[in-house]
């Protein structure tokens, strides 16, 4: 894997297809760049995706914790757009996709957003409080250091459904090590700190937006996704049946043949 400095940061990515358009993809919080590797099966023919590794996430610099984290993601994933491409992201990778459109909408050709986890759509509606409750032994578990508890209650809301005793221990033990990442990623997410939501932003994308979620994700995924709908030019939403937040992971084939329904629309 290509590694070097980005935005000041040590950052490892992964080039995967042989496809005639260039991509680019942004993983979700607690993955890295391989999540993408089971779309690309079915995808490979139609783009060249690069996928990098986030802040300490994968094989990428560990985050010293310093700074706007977000802000670092988004200048990272800004700096592999050289040319324009198709823009894709899952969960806070989403957000960040989002964030970097709206920096730069004539280098994005189309935009496809799995998930997309910004939170601060839903603000003062009854799922937004009831995210609020539900996000509550989470937070409660990170400030009193209990992070192996954070990571089991995260995963349980956000993770691929599987139960966190059948997980292999190595994998227990790396998502305890990087679960600070996913309240350092929150100023994004609940406060919209890069002013995703500012007035007439959304509203001034005109590449052909795909938003995709899972039938089984949590309730506010679907409230988000109609709230950036109703903002977005040209927009569709997709529903996976079956499929909860991980689903480029769990279900990759459906997601790449969304992906390449929007890929037809640019």
């Known amino acids: 894997m290509p590694e070097g400095m980005r ?33 690309m099966a079915h995808l490979g023919d139609r783009i060249t995706l690069t996928a990098f590794d986030l802040p300490g996430h994968g094989r990428s610099g560990v985050w010293d914790g310093q700074g706007d984290y977000p802000r670092l993601c988004a200048r ?55 995210h609020r409750r539900a996000s509550a032994p989470f937070e409660q578990a990170m400030a009193e250091g209990r992070r192996e508890d954070a990571a089991r209650l995260f995963t349980g809301h956000w993770g691929t459904g599987a139960e966190w005793d059948s997980m292999p221990a190595e994998g227990r033990r790396a998502l305890v090590e990087r679960i600070h990442l996913i309240p350092a990623s929150d100023p994004a997410l609940t406060d919209d700190s890069g002013r995703v939501l500012r007035p007439d932003g959304l509203e001034s994308l005109d590449m052909p937006v795909l938003i995709i979620r899972g039938d089984r994700s949590p309730p506010i995924v679907a409230a988000i996704a109609e709230a950036l709908a109703a903002r977005l030019p040209d927009v569709g939403i997709a529903t996976v049946p079956g499929a909860a937040h991980m689903l480029p992971v769990t279900h990759p084939k459906e997601v790449a043949g969304l992906i390449a329904v929007n890929l037809d629309r640019g």
């Open 76 to 130: 990272i994933a800004a700096s592999f757009v050289d040319r324009p491409l198709d823009l894709i992201g899952h969960s806070f990778g989403a957000v960040t996709a989002l964030r970097l459109a709206l920096a730069a909408p004539d280098a994005i050709r189309t935009l496809t957003l799995i998930e997309p986890v910004l939170f601060a759509a839903t603000r003062g509606s009854p799922v937004w409080v009831a």
């Open 7 to 39: 935005a000041g940061h040590p950052t490892s990515w992964r080039v995967m297809g042989q496809g005639e358009r260039p991509a680019l993809a942004i993983h979700c919080g607690l993955a890295h760049s391989g999540e993408w590797s089971g779309a």
